[in-house]
Structures are given as structure tokens and as C-alpha cells.
């Protein structure tokens, strides 16, 4: 298969190459030049009791997830 749309010829597997050869080089920058973050790097606010709030919606939801979502009655949200 050759792709000659943008003005010149390249077959595709020289195509595939170089786009690997691309990809592995910004792969092997990122790893050397970007500092890894911890795992809640971009939420410094959070804390123990956000957490635990967080687990409850969670816990919650399981519960009325499998009810089918009721929107009204005794166990809807409102």
C-alpha cells in the first residue's frame, strides 16, 4: 500500500516504523523527564472523612442500583 496524499510516497510498513520508533522515543522522554505523582497527587484536599463519605454513596448506590433506580417511593433519592 503506498500513501502518497500528502505530496510524497511512503509504504506503509516504513509508515508503521517510524510511528513505533516515535512513540517508543516520547515513551522513553516521558519516563526520564516527567516525575511520577502519587496516586491522589491532584487532590490534595482529600482526606479520611471524604473517604469514608465516599464509601457510604457507594454502598448506597449498590443498594438502590439493583431496585431498578427507583426515582419515586421509598427508596428513590428524593
Not at 510516497?9 to 517508543?24: A, G, L, P, S, W
Not at 511520577?36 to 465516599?54: E, Q
Request: glycine share 6%; aromatic share 12%; with cysteine.
Amino acid at each position: 500500500m503506498v500513501i502518497s496524499d500528502v505530496g510524497y510516497t511512503c509504504d506503509m510498513q516504513k509508515c508503521v516504523e517510524t510511528y513505533n520508533r516515535i512513540v517508543n522515543a516520547l515513551s522513553l522522554s516521558a519516563d526520564q523527564f516527567i516525575p511520577p505523582v502519587r496516586g491522589n497527587f491532584y487532590k490534595p484536599w482529600w482526606n479520611n472523612m471524604l473517604s469514608k463519605l465516599k464509601e457510604a454513596s457507594i454502598a448506597t448506590h449498590e443498594l438502590w442500583s439493583p431496585l431498578g433506580d427507583p426515582v419515586v417511593g421509598k427508596f428513590s433519592c428524593r
